[in-house]
């Protein structure tokens, strides 16, 4: 499995960014694909998930309202909308990919990194 993000960068507070997650070698029908952010010195947060076996979405409270993940399934890509971006949001987000039913359960609470496939990371910082 290989995912590849982009669209990260520099805004304002207040501004939009949309990030996308190229994804490929993907064998099963029934996986979750989403977002994880690491903000400096802290641990890695799950934002945004969508599971394909039952079009679940996940946000973390932080997020909810202000973001909205989407996929095109044809080419296994997922994106990120983010609006309304806030200072606190700047990490750097993680494409994730894990196989199988219900696992975008693994996006909430304590992210294990040693369980399922990331892409190579994108910026996101904002300004205030």
């Known amino acids: 499995v290989q995912l590849v993000e982009s669209g990260g960068g520099l805004v304002q507070a207040g501004e939009s960014l949309r990030l996308s997650c190229a994804g490929s070698?993907?064998?099963?029908?029934?996986?979750?694909i989403g977002w994880v952010r690491q903000a400096p010195g802290k641990e890695r947060e799950g934002v945004s998930c969508?599971?394909?076996?039952?079009?679940?979405?996940y946000y973390a409270d932080s997020v909810k309202g202000r973001f909205t993940i989407s996929t095109y399934n044809a080419k296994n890509t997922v994106y990120l909308q983010m609006n309304s971006l806030k200072p606190e949001d700047t990490a750097v987000y993680y494409c994730?990919?894990?196989?199988?039913?219900?696992?975008?359960?693994?996006?909430?609470?304590?992210?294990?990194?040693?369980?399922?496939?990331w892409g190579q990371g994108t910026q996101v910082t904002v300004s205030s």
């Open positions: 070698g993907f064998h099963f029908d029934d996986y979750a």
């Open positions: 994730r990919y894990i196989e199988g039913i219900d696992s975008c359960q693994l996006f909430g609470g304590s992210i294990d990194p040693d369980f399922g496939s």
């Open positions: 969508f599971s394909t076996s039952d079009g679940y979405t």
